[in-house]
């Protein structure tokens, strides 16, 4: 049993958090993270809407240790900007995801609700430094 508490323990302790200063890039759309200590400085994402499409950021996310790796989620409302030239919109947004236990890697789901796209559904994405 000791075996096992010190297995579990050190899988727990290789959990690397994603690195202060590095910006990791995704799809689909265009996701950037801007690390900074131990929170997503910025989030800055494009997404699908209608014939168009539409972009928007979050700031200050927190991260959140687990045994997996560093988790984060937050439901916030923000600006979203359209490229078909639409006037701006407050919109809902909801983000959540996961590093990888290397801090290298990162995968989640967006939602974006606004008046002029509607919900976008559970958009998945993943990004990398």
Do not use: M
């Amino acid at each position: 049993r000791q075996g096992a508490a010190k297995a579990s323990a050190a899988s727990a302790a290789k959990v690397k958090p994603p690195k202060s200063g590095s910006k990791f890039s995704g799809r689909p759309g265009g996701i950037t993270l801007y690390i900074s200590g131990r929170s997503i400085q910025l989030a800055a994402f494009s997404f699908k809407c209608r014939a168009s499409s539409g972009s928007t950021s979050l700031g200050g996310i927190p991260l959140r240790k687990t045994k997996r790796g560093y988790r984060f989620g937050i439901r916030a409302h923000g600006i979203v900007t359209y490229k078909d030239g639409s006037t701006d919109e407050n919109g809902a947004i909801d983000l959540s995801g996961r590093f990888s236990r290397t801090g290298k890697s990162v995968k989640g789901v967006l939602r974006v609700k606004t008046p002029h796209c509607g919900s976008t559904g559970g958009v998945k994405w993943r990004a990398a430094r």
